[in-house]
């Protein structure tokens, strides 16, 4: 009898969340396609550096896991439409900080936003005091909801020699989070041993931002968190620039994500 209880229970959930599912892709207007359309290969290929510097199965893992994200979390443009290439940036954003862990995903989870200008504390895109980029949500519902600028958010790719790039350094912190602490040590996938060199660096390091001896930003010395998404948007953006400038940081990042970056991405 137990059994049949559990098969049924299991059967209602499944039912429950394919219903769920579907009014999530009616709502969004927005359905995968089952096959990967060349065209947005091809804009992966111009577009996003690191898929372009992957070999050919890597690409069609890379690909899968676009589609996946697609699948799982909703892209919603707020008085701003929303174009393939938007939320392929989006996807791409995600997957490159995790592409080392094939079964590992954002768990939380559920929407991106995407505003048509920066915005301010308030979420608000049209008045004064208007200068973030990007945002993890927190709290109530914002706790499943990232938030980006969409301007910003295309300037990151468009700009390959900035060593910037807000959708990388917003999952970043969504990668750090799944210890349940934003807090620079993404202890998930950190051995603890490499915890205390780790906060070693941090402190070395953000004592060089501070008295101008680094080409990282100054925003990085904010805290340890900050410090790690900055990093990491380097790591990804201009690798063999980040490993010349930061040898240290860059075997750590490596290690981190699982990838020597440089050795296959040209900057």
């Known amino acids: 009898m137990k059994i049949f209880t559990f098969l049924f229970v299991a059967f209602l959930l499944g039912l429950i969340a394919w219903f769920i599912y579907h009014a999530r892709v009616k709502k969004s207007g927005f359905e995968v396609p089952p096959a990967f359309p060349e065209r947005w290969r091809s804009f992966l290929q111009r577009e996003v550096n690191f898929y372009a510097a992957l070999s050919a199965a890597e690409k069609l893992r890379f690909e899968s896991d676009v589609q996946h994200f697609l699948k799982r979390v909703r892209i919603t443009g707020i008085g701003t439409p929303i174009e393939d290439e938007d939320r392929l940036l989006v996807a791409s954003s995600a997957v490159i900080p995790i592409f080392a862990f094939p079964n590992w995903e954002y768990q939380s989870l559920l929407e991106v936003l995407l505003y048509p200008d920066l915005f301010s504390q308030e979420f608000d895109f049209t008045g004064h005091d208007r200068s973030i980029a990007g945002m993890v949500g927190s709290g109530g519902v914002m706790n499943h909801v990232v938030i980006f600028s969409k301007p910003a958010l295309r300037l990151g790719f468009d700009n390959k020699s900035d060593k910037h790039n807000v959708g990388i350094h917003e999952f970043v912190h969504l990668f750090d989070k799944q210890d ?50 900055i990093a990491a948007e380097y790591f990804f953006e201009r690798p063999s620039l980040f490993q010349k400038n930061h040898p240290e940081l860059y075997e750590a990042l490596s290690s981190f994500f699982k990838t020597d970056l440089a050795k296959r991405m040209k900057d």
Do not use: C
């Open 180 to 229: 349940g602490n934003l807090d620079g040590i993404p202890a998930v996938f950190m051995q603890n041993q490499a915890v205390l060199p780790w906060l070693h660096l941090i402190r070395s390091s953000t004592e060089e931002i501070l008295s101008g001896k680094s080409d990282l930003i100054l925003y990085a010395s904010t805290n340890r968190q900050e410090f790690l998404a």
